[in-house]
Structure formats: C-alpha cells, structure tokens
C-alpha cells in the first residue's frame, strides 16, 4: 500500500502532470492549439512591432492594444450567456475560422505594402470583436472535453503551460522573422496555424449537453441572473476584483515592450522577442507548478502570492538598464502573472455552479482580458506623459497593493467557499 504522501505528493511523476491528456477530445484540442497559439504569439508581436515601426507613438501602440481588446469587455458578457446555450463546439469552429480570414487579410495588406495604422485598428477591432466570442466559449468549453471532473483543474494548468509553451517560442521565432522577411510573414503564417485547432476541433466527438439557459429565451435576464450570481457570491466578486485590478495596472507592460526593448535596452525586435520569450517561460514554469498539483485546497494563498510576485518582477523590470536583469525580471514577471491568472480560473471553475458556467467565465474574460484595453489607454497615455518606466513601476505597486487586500479577506471567503468543496468531496466535513 502506498504511504500517504507519496500519494498525495507525487502520485504518478509526469503521468500525473499531464493527466488530463488521457482524454481523448482534450488531447485533439491541445495538439491543436499547440501549433495554432505559436502563430497566435507570432502575429501579437508582428502587429506591435509594426504599429511602432509605422508611428514611433507609445500612445498608438496603446490605442491599438486598446481597440484589440475593447470588443471583449463590451460583448464577453453576452457571449457567456450564450456559452450557457449554443453548441460550444459548433461555435468554436466559427470563431476560428473567422481568425484565420482576419489573420490573412492582414498579411495580404502587409505583404503588399498597403498597409496603414487605420486597417490595423480596423483589423484589431475585428479580431477582438471575434474573442469576445471565442474566448468565454472555450474557457466553458474545457469542462466539455473532461470526462472526469477532477482532472479539470489539470487540463486548465495545461491549457494554460501551452499558451506559454507557445509565448515562449512563437516571440523568438517573430523577432527573427520580423528582422528578415518582415511582419507580414508572421501574420501569414499565423492564418495558416488555424488550419490546425479546426481540424482538431471537427474530429472530436462531444456528447450533446444539456442547456438549462435555453428554456429562457431573454438574453438580458440571462446576463442579470448571471451578473446578480458571480458579484453576490463574495469568492467569486472578489477574483473577478483582483483580476481586474491587475489586468488594468499591471498587463499594460505588454503594449510598452517596445520601448522597452529599443529606447532603454537599445535593442530591436531580437530583443523584444527575447524579452516576451523570458516572461512566457516564467508562465510556462508557472503553469507546469500548478499542472503538478493534485487539488485546488491552498490555491487561495497561491493567488495572494503570484499577485505579489508579478507586481514585484514588473518594478525589478521598470528599473533595470540591462538586458540579462530585464530577461530575469520577465521572467519573474511571466511566473507571477501565469500562476496568479490560472489559479483564478480554476477555483472558478470549481466553485461555479454548471447552468451559470459561461457567463462566470465570461466575467472573468472582461475581468483578465477586457480591462486590457483600459490599462493599453492608461499606459500609452502615462507612458508619453512619465515614461515607460514610470508607468509599469505603478503597476507593480498597485499589483502588490491588491495581493495584500485579498489576503486579508481571504480567512472569510474560505469559510463561503468551504460547504461547496464538502458537497464537492474536495474537503471531508470533518476537517476543521
């Protein structure tokens, strides 16, 4: 019989980490998006790069972060409404599809030389118009490819190590790119990366589910259950916060990248590949540290500790003058980022009640992603006013701010949270 913590510890060495791959339809979705995200990495340093290549403005770059991301915050919300209702697999194939159209538009304007800051707006607009859509339907969607309930937390833990498995090979790739053939080549190939998630997308078989939201028609009374649940129930109300908090102070780092990389390291687009490169493998040690954990119990203290240790690598990297400093502040701040993101995720994932699954991840999309658009604003904004600099240190320190606001409520919202993780069999009743 084996001892209790070799169960609890490591119970299956590398087995164990990746779990979740015994799933057949999980298995398609992450060979998949593993060839589709590198190009997705691909096109979002292309299309930075080539807005500062064209205009020299930290506010444009903001301005085009900001339309990228808009359409998320506005339409996420209505898209879990959805998410509880339509076939998210059918739905999934449609907003990939639509990204490989709006990748290869992008690349024939690019490749032709016709291209101008207003289309890259307009093509930012759209894409972001797509991921307000896409985004929440495929969060809701993990759960559909999960047969066994515990092994949910682990495919999120994967899904997001391949994210930043791709963060930190498709920014290398682009910056050797972009500095040979130029922007348009990565834009191209990123529309062709889609090829492969839709394939993997049509050879799933998904058992049809049903959907308790469409015996309400009333999309607004549907956002408003949704809306009335996720901010009434305080565990939730108060990831969905600090989620926000830092996705508007802190992720604004990401749009100034390039100034980082040319104006104060005195590099080029080799140097702003590298730095994304070092923040994506501090995500993926991030992600692979959560994928090796078997339950969801401490996770709370973990959020309080990666939100901190993000604000710190931001400051360390606001400071830093030199290049091998910078990789390691990236790298601390990719870990931080990852770790804090993730874990939120999946404790909303655990605690959610299932009819109201889509809209819970939408909010969490607008709480992540859709406050994005806001901090791009604000720090291209700051960053013309005070400096790049200046402005990812007050990230950092707001970021850090928000950390020790939740650790203080923490004690409380597990007392909330404790009779969902009894019903759950996560915790026995017993244990004090």
Known sequence: ???????????????????????????????????????????????????????????????VGFSSRIPTFVFASFAGVLADRWNRHRALVATQTLSTIQALILAALVLTGMVSIWHVILLSLSLGFINAFDIPIRQSFVVDMIERREDLGNAIALNSSLVNGARLVGPSIAGILIATLGEGVCFLLNGISFIAVILALLAMRIKKADKKGKQNPNVLRGLREGFSYAFGFAPIRFILLLLALVSLMGMPYMVLMPIFAGKILHGGPRTFGFLLGASGLGALIGALYLASRRSVLGLGRIIVIASGIFGIGLIVFSFSRVFWLSLISMLITGFGMMVQMASCNTVLQTIVEEDKRGRVMSFYTMAFMGMVPFGNLLGGSLGNKIGAPNTVMIGGIACILGSLIFAKKLPSLRKIARPIYVEKGIISEELP
């Open 1 to 63: 019989m084996k001892s209790l913590r070799s169960t609890l510890g490591n119970p299956a060495g590398l087995a164990g980490i990746v779990r979740a791959l015994h799933h057949r339809n999980y298995r398609l979705f992450f060979s998949g998006q593993g060839i589709s995200l590198i190009g997705t990495w691909m096109q979002q340093i292309a299309m930075n790069w080539l807005v500062y290549r064209l205009t020299q403005s930290a506010f444009l770059l903001g301005v």
